[in-house]
């Protein structure tokens, strides 16, 4: 074709249906040019974006993952769950007890500036005698099995995903270690590191987990994938043979790489998270911020906290064995809850007061009196805590 014939190409003469399918190929679009793509693009369907979620927000399937939820306190030296919902702090071997804590996030600051306003610390007691082979500070949160068996990841499958992301902060400046188990079937694991962290400063870790034929999640409430990070693990627990970001099966003394010493073996460290997000698909995307009211309510199906319980009870309801009143639990817990009472004062009776669980379901506890005078018979100001945790 010559130059003539070329310039008598009027524009917008050639139309879609003239290019064939072949002369468009991924090469060429590959070499496009921002400068090429001037105006206003058509819209993409969501149906062509693979891996988000159907909404266009994130799932979460933590609970708590902006730690606003402190039901039990908010800053205790004893391990477990006290203080952080749904978030349980561990160790062993300690020369002085570590601290966990609900703490604020500053201002100013990236989380603070994503929205973020607590986070969960653990500082690190006096280790005199230093880093031994058995000692331990790990932080953990456990999700039921059944929500990971209808979330939507095909867990079996090596080109399906999840994500977990995280902000941490550490006082000292080093790699920290933390892995997902697995606890149906035969328990899997998947150690990863979040890479040597700034001392002081906030980072955001993202790790994007495959599926593995290995994999089994049972349609149940107990316990089925573990999510834990790790302050200190002691090389009881680890091996430099371990192989990072891949499925294995676990064994207690091969869960992770070995660990630095350097932040337990300095006095008074520090270590806070916030934002942890696990969510199906192959990338992270932002946090899905819930309101007080609703992760309150998600933590309480695993703990509930009533304060100044009260009640009344008068001649014609008494029973031989003495008074009692039913405490509802809504909403329904995971499972048979442990109850526990504190405080509150009698109505005169010289009542004692105690809790007897009798309702399996997780509906309700009944607090009983010991008398059974036909005088009027209350108490108030009690505490009742029922926990029903993995």
């Not at 090596?158 to 933390?178: P, R």
């Not at 606890?183 to 700034?198: A, E, H, R």
């Not at 933590?299 to 009870?313: D, L, N």
């Not at 909403?331 to 309702?359: C, E, L």
Request: with cysteine.
């Amino acid at each position: 074709m010559s130059q003539t014939e070329v310039q008598l190409i009027k524009a917008d003469s050639v139309v879609t249906a003239d290019i064939a399918n072949s002369a468009v190929t991924d090469a060429k679009i590959a070499a496009l040019t921002s400068s090429k793509l001037t105006g206003s693009l058509p819209a993409i369907s969501g149906a062509a974006l693979t891996n988000l979620p159907a909404s266009g927000k994130a799932h979460n399937l933590v609970i708590n993952g902006a730690m606003q939820v402190a039901q039990r306190g908010t800053s205790s030296t004893v391990a477990g769950y006290k203080t952080v919902d749904r978030f349980v702090a561990s160790w062993s071997g300690q020369d002085e007890a570590p601290t966990q804590a609900q703490v604020d996030v500053a201002s100013g600051t990236t989380p603070y500036t994503l929205g973020f306003r607590k986070a969960f610390k653990i500082t690190n007691g006096n280790q005199t005698s230093g880093a031994d082979a058995s000692d331990i500070i790990y932080i953990e949160h456990m999700i039921e099995a059944q929500d990971i068996a209808n979330s939507g990841w095909n867990y079996t499958s090596s080109s399906s995903y999840i994500t977990l992301s995280f902000w941490v902060k550490s006082s000292v400046s080093q790699d920290f270690k933390g892995y997902l188990r697995t606890v149906d079937g035969t328990s899997q694991i998947y150690p990863y590191s979040t890479g040597t962290l700034s001392a002081n400063t906030w980072t955001k870790i993202t790790k994007t987990i495959s599926g593995n034929s290995n994999l089994q999640f049972d349609n149940n409430n107990e316990a089925g994938l573990q999510l834990y990070l790790w302050p200190y693990i002691g090389t009881t627990y680890t091996d430099a043979g371990v192989t990072e970001n891949a499925w294995a099966s676990y064994a207690s003394g091969t869960r992770t790489p070995v660990s630095a010493t350097t932040w337990y073996t300095t006095n008074d460290a520090t270590f806070e998270i916030t934002g942890v997000q696990l969510e199906v698909g192959d990338s992270a995307t932002d946090f899905e911020h819930r309101s007080f009211s609703e992760e309150l309510n998600r933590c309480q199906r695993y703990c509930i906290k009533h304060t100044t319980v009260s009640g009344s009870a008068t001649a014609y309801n008494a029973h031989s064995d003495g008074y009692k009143w039913w405490v509802p639990f809504y909403p329904q817990m995971r499972a048979g809850p442990t109850i526990t009472s504190s405080g509150g004062s009698d109505g005169g009776s010289n009542a004692v007061f105690n809790i007897a669980y009798s309702d399996l379901t997780g509906y309700t506890a009944r607090i009983e009196s010991t008398t059974s005078s036909s005088s009027e018979v209350w108490f108030y100001g009690a505490t009742v805590l029922a926990e029903a945790e993995l």
